[in-house]
């Protein structure tokens, strides 16, 4: 997700200075961190605002506080949520194993939003996938996925253009790219926002139109060439979604 770091309240920049740092194994696991004036003084910030950023951190399962000690780093530091590439699938999952149940498998000219995000020239033909991500329950999420013109894969990853129509229909596009992808760098661009579900998407999720949601849009490159960009909608009741808030 991305905020320019100007938008951030301090608290949240010095969180991620003190998890980056953590991550890049200046503070590795199992160590204790230095007193909170000392912590303060090396950071440049006050203690108050440290106070807070460490609640946060620990919060968030990066520290422990021991008894005597003082915070020490956890072993096992969580990586971070929907900043990874990673199918929504997966991320919601949370030890109970969801599934992808395709609504529409076709072909569709650009719309506004894949003009924007694929960079898709007027007259192009874009695979699109409609899904629903399922478990037990009712439906977690509704996923809407383009893939960029035949063309451009082409070119920017062949690999991917070919498995795309040989893929099974119980995969979500995201899941099809990440495995034809072995050994190919990806990058990604994502961004949260609230809403409404709407009559049409409440009806294909099974909830009524004025349901509060949460709208996911992520745009997937190799290189400078955006590869897939996608919609994903999960309404209230769905698993939590794993992020870095800023």
């Known amino acids: 997700m991305a905020v320019s770091r100007q938008q951030r309240r301090p608290v949240v920049v010095l ?3 003190i998890a980056d ?10 160590s204790t961190l230095p007193s909170e004036p000392r912590l303060a003084t090396e950071l440049g910030v006050g203690r108050p605002a440290l106070r807070e950023a460490l609640l946060l951190l620990q919060e968030d399962g990066l ?19 929907y900043e990874r590439i990673q199918p929504l699938e997966e991320v919601l999952s949370q030890g109970s194993p969801l599934t992808v149940r395709p609504l529409l498998r076709t072909v569709e000219e650009p ?12 007259g192009a033909e874009l695979r699109f996938w409609e899904s629903l991500v399922t478990g037990d329950g009712p439906a ?8 960029a013109p035949e063309e451009t894969l082409a070119t920017a990853h062949p690999t991917f253009a070919a498995a795309l129509p040989a893929a099974g229909p119980a995969a979500s596009m995201l899941s099809v790219l990440i495995t034809a992808s072995s050994g190919l760098p990806l990058a990604a661009r994502s961004s949260v926002s609230a809403t409404l579900l709407g009559r049409r998407r409440g009806e294909q999720l ?39 808030s800023h």
Not at 111 to 122: E, M, N, R, S, V
């Open 15 to 17: 969180y991620e200075r």
């Open 21 to 30: 740092a953590i991550r890049e194994g200046v503070y590795p696991p199992g």
């Open 63 to 81: 520290l422990s506080v021991r008894r005597g000690v003082g915070r020490t780093v956890n072993d096992r530091v969580r990586k971070r949520g």
């Open 111 to 122: 719309t506004d939003f894949t003009t924007q995000h694929l960079l898709a020239p007027a």
């Open 140 to 147: 977690a999420a509704l996923s809407h996925e383009w893939a």
């Open 206 to 244: 099974g909830r009524a139109a004025d349901t509060p949601a949460v709208l996911i849009t992520q745009v997937v490159r190799v290189g400078d060439t955006p590869v897939l960009a996608a919609k994903h909608m999960l309404p209230t009741g769905a698993p939590g979604l794993p992020v870095l």
